[in-house]
């Protein structure tokens, strides 16, 4: 039965291979059944003997069949059962998600703002300058240049004092996270805000034995929720929480250091995720910038300050963990390209960071005022009250009509538009009890885009 085709794209030798091997696998041809020899199969198929002689090769390197000197070749004995015929691959095809014409999404970031000339010109300078060190391993914790650049920036915008040897570079927050679980212990009990960032709490799931939400109230995290759930590590948002908004003031934030100094091995793990987005006031001071006892770890990324694809985030390790972290974890390589670090690193040390974040908070703030402005005028304002406006790039809207959140996202729904309902990021089985709640992003839509997506939503809920 065995058929070689001269017109195959696949070279003889391996379709004799697969031949063969797919026989005895099937157990077409037994244990122990010898082949035929090689000038005899050759003059068979009409191919040279070294096309037989190198799929022979094959088949014995694989342990298929064997050799017998001055006798020929032999098929193997194949442990466990044979495969025998393959079946068909068939991947199951995911429902394509649906698409609206107005979509406030709030993971977006105006790409439009992005310094593509800058960084390309950064990219150049680094490929022709950089030399061996593009292409050696850099530290487990990232490249020293880019550790410094960020210890700089958090000193001047952050009021963080960090050493370089305290950051971490990594690709993104989720894979930070799961460094620090490692680094904390498994066995503890993780703590996340409920509601909060569903991904977060997805992430310690995934990572560690037992999480529990942490409750809220107008000032965020309350020290008496962590108490009763036995939280021994915190994950906080006091910056800015999302979604909700919450700006946490400097008498619960003590309240919090104080909760993580009454015990030992307690530790509050700071993301920071949009700290540079604030437009209104002073600049909040970070949770790390308070701690005199080594227990918070700050965490960012730059996914909301340069783009989401740029998957890299850091974090800032307190001391009195790092003798832990170098025995613990020393030994992982840094998942964030060199090349790239290099760039970044420049691209911070030369103050273009700095100046992209001023442009991003402007145009983020003339897109916000016009939102709330096109939402004041407009005949929603009746209907709903506008919440969390302070931070952040979304903004919550408060039905005052006695719309559910259901009956907000499917009206809006049937109208083209996707907003997104608070419930959605309860994440232990909590219900949102309260007004029809929704959240709307506006950093990825343009003027035009709000404006229309707004005369959508009056045709929705009016």
């Known amino acids: 039965m065995l058929t070689i085709s ?42 040279s003997v070294v096309t037989v002689e190198t799929a022979y090769s094959l088949l014995a390197a694989e342990g298929y069949i064997y050799s017998v000197p001055g006798s020929g070749y032999y098929a193997e004995r194949l442990s ?14 995911k429902p394509a998600e649906r698409e609206y014409r107005y979509d406030f999404r709030t993971n977006q970031v105006d790409t439009e703002l992005f310094p593509f000339s800058v960084w390309a010109r950064l990219s150049r300078e680094i490929l022709s300058s950089g030399g061996a060190e593009l292409l050696q391993t850099c530290s487990g914790k990232g490249v020293y240049s880019l550790r410094q650049a960020i210890a700089e920036h958090l000193r001047s915008f952050r009021g963080i004092e960090a050493q370089p040897e305290q950051i971490v570079v990594g690709a993104g927050g989720e894979y930070l996270t799961g460094l620090l679980v490692q680094l904390l212990g498994r066995d503890k009990i993780y703590g996340v805000e409920e509601p909060g960032y569903v991904k977060t709490h997805r992430v310690f799931s995934a990572n560690c034995h037992k999480v529990v939400p942490i409750g809220l109230d107008g000032s965020g995290a309350k020290p008496a929720s962590l108490l009763e759930q036995g939280v021994q590590v915190a994950h906080l948002t006091p910056s800015h929480h999302f979604p909700l908004g919450t700006v946490m003031p400097a008498t619960r934030r003590h309240e919090i250091l104080s909760w993580a100094y009454d015990a030992e091995d307690r530790y509050i793990i700071e993301d920071d995720y949009d700290s540079d987005f604030r437009f209104s006031g002073k600049p909040v001071p970070a949770l790390q910038s308070l701690d005199c006892a080594n227990r918070v770890v700050y965490l960012n990324t730059f996914t909301k300050s340069l783009a989401p694809s740029m998957r890299i985030g850091y974090m800032v390790v307190p001391l009195g963990l790092l003798d832990r972290f170098d025995e613990k974890l020393g030994f992982y390589a840094c998942t964030v390209p060199v090349f790239e670090q290099l760039i970044l690193a420049e691209f911070i040390r030369r103050g273009h960071f700095e100046r992209h974040i001023s442009r991003m908070r402007k145009r983020y703030l003339s897109r916000r005022d016009f939102f709330i402005k096109a939402l004041e005028t407009s005949r929603l304002s009746e209907i709903l009250e506008v919440k969390s406006t302070n931070a952040g790039m979304h903004l919550l809207l408060r039905s005052r009509c006695g719309l559910s959140e259901r009956e907000l996202l499917d009206r809006a729904a049937a109208e083209d538009v996707r907003v997104y309902g608070l419930s959605e990021y309860y994440s232990f089985g909590g219900v949102y009890d309260g007004p029809g709640c929704v959240i709307a992003g506006y950093s990825g839509m343009s003027t035009q885009q709000l404006a229309q997506g707004i005369a959508a939503l009056e045709r929705a809920w009016l």
Do not use: M
């Open 80 to 93: 466990g059962p044979f495969r025998g015929e393959k079946s068909p691959i068939v991947i199951p095809q």
């Open 6 to 47: 001269f017109h195959d794209q696949k070279p003889l030798y391996e379709q004799l291979y697969n031949h063969i091997r797919n026989e005895i696998e099937s157990g077409k041809i037994g244990p122990g059944d010898k082949l035929p020899s090689k000038r005899a199969l050759s003059a068979h198929l009409k191919i």
